[in-house]
C-alpha cells in the first residue's frame, strides 16, 4: 500500500497559510510569531510531518551528510571506528550515511554511487579485500567531494587517509615474542595489495633481521585471515617436520589467531606452553579466549575522530586547493598470557 508523505504545502493549505511561512515556522524562525509556530508544529506532530532533507539539501546546497564506508561492521574494529566518526560528526553538525561492502569491490562501487546520488558533503572509506585500485573514486574527486580513507587504502599519491602505524605494531608483536624466547616465528600474514597487511609483514620481517633470525617462506602463510584461514594455516604449520615447526605466532588479524588456538587445542598443543601466539586489532574477543591473547590495539575510537577531522580541515579549505596529508597513529601492544612465558 502506498502511503503519501505530508509536505510543507499540505500543511499550508491546512491552516490556509503560506508554504514559506510554514517552513519558517518548522524551523523556530524569529520572524514568525510565537501563536503561529506553535500551530504549525502541532499540526506537523498530528500528521507525523518529516522533512524531506534530499530537497533541502537541493535547495540550499548544503546536505550535512558525511557518507562512511566500511568493509564490514562485524566484530569490534570497524564497529568502534564508525562510534568515533558518528561522535565526531554530531558535534560537528553532521548526519552520517554508514554503508558496508561486504569486503566485494562491485558493492563498493555500488555504495560510492548511491552517496554521491544521496548528496553527501564528504565520504570516509575503508577499502574492500578485493579493492586492487581506485579508480571507482575517481567520480568523487570530479565532483569535489572530500575523500578520506582510513586503516585500508591503497598506496598511491595524493590521498588523504588516517591510518595505525602497522609497521611499528608489528615490529613490537614480533620483538617481544622473540624477547620472550621465540626463535622460530610463523606469521599468519593478509593480502599484499592492502597497506595494513603489507607493513605489517614487513614489520615482522625487520624484527626478525634486528635479531639475526633468518626468514623462513615455509613460516610465513598468506590468506584472507579468516577464522577459517588461521585455522587451515595452523594446521599446514603443524604438519611440518617437528624441528622446522615454529614456536610462536603473530597472525596479522585476531580472527585468524582464534582458528589457529582452536586447531593447537585439537591437536592438544597448549598456548603458551607450546606456543606462544599473538595478533592484531585487539578485537573484543581477545579478552575471553582461553588463554588470553596478546594484540595490538589500534585505537578505533581515535582513528574514526581523526578521520572525521581530516575531512573537517579538506571541506573547510576546498578540494583544488588542499595539501593532501597522511596522519599516522602509533599503535598499543596489549600484552596478555597468550604470549608470556612461565
Do not use: W
Amino acid at each position: 500500500m502506498q502511503h503519501n508523505r505530508t509536505s510543507i504545502a499540505d500543511m499550508a493549505k491546512a491552516l490556509n497559510l503560506s508554504s514559506s511561512t510554514v517552513s519558517r515556522a518548522l524551523n523556530d524562525h524569529t520572524t514568525i510569531s510565537a501563536k503561529t509556530r506553535s500551530r504549525v508544529q502541532q499540526l506537523a506532530r498530528e500528521l507525523n510531518y518529516h522533512p524531506n532533507h534530499l530537497a533541502a539539501s537541493l535547495r540550499t546546497g548544503r546536505s550535512n551528510l558525511l557518507g562512511v564506508l566500511v568493509p564490514h561492521i562485524e566484530g569490534t574494529f570497524f564497529a568502534s571506528v564508525v562510534h568515533g566518526i558518528e561522535t565526531m560528526a554530531t558535534k560537528a553538525g553532521f548526519k552520517v550515511m554508514i554503508c558496508q561492502s561486504n569486503e566485494d569491490v562491485e558493492h563498493e562501487k555500488r555504495n560510492i554511487d548511491t552517496l554521491i546520488n544521496a548528496q553527501v558533503e564528504g565520504i570516509l572509506v575503508s577499502l574492500s579485500r578485493t579493492t586492487h585500485d581506485t579508480k571507482h573514486f575517481d567520480k568523487v574527486h570530479q565532483r569535489g567531494i572530500p575523500l578520506v580513507f582510513f586503516d585500508r587504502m591503497l598506496d598511491t599519491r595524493d590521498v588523504n587517509a588516517v591510518v595505525l602505524d602497522d609497521y611499528q605494531g608489528a615490529y613490537q608483536v614480533t620483538t617481544h615474542l622473540i624477547e620472550q624466547g621465540c626463535r622460530r616465528i610463523a606469521h599468519l600474514a593478509g593480502p599484499e595489495h592492502l597497506n595494513i597487511y603489507r607493513n605489517r609483514r614487513q614489520g615482522y620481517l625487520a624484527a626478525l633481521r634486528t635479531y639475526g633470525l633468518a626468514e623462513d617462506e615455509s613460516l610465513i602463510i598468506s590468506s584472507d585471515v579468516t577464522l577459517a584461514d588461521g585455522a587451515a594455516g595452523m594446521t599446514q604449520l603443524l604438519a611440518l617436520p617437528p624441528a622446522q615447526r615454529p614456536d610462536g605466532l603473530f597472525s596479522a588479524s585476531d580472527f585468524a589467531l582464534v582458528g589457529a588456538l582452536q586447531t593447537l587445542k585439537e591437536h592438544g598443543l597448549r598456548v603458551p606452553q607450546d606456543m606462544l601466539l599473538a595478533g592484531f586489532s585487539n578485537e573484543i574477543f581477545t579478552s575471553f579466549t582461553e588463554p588470553r591473547l596478546t594484540s595490538v590495539d589500534q585505537r578505533c575510537e581515535e582513528l574514526g575522530q581523526e578521520t572525521v577531522r581530516l575531512f573537517l580541515e579538506i571541506l573547510a579549505v576546498g578540494t583544488a586547493t588542499f595539501q593532501s596529508r597522511r596522519i599516522v597513529l602509533p599503535p598499543h601492544l596489549l600484552i596478555r598470557e597468550s604470549s608470556k612465558r612461565g
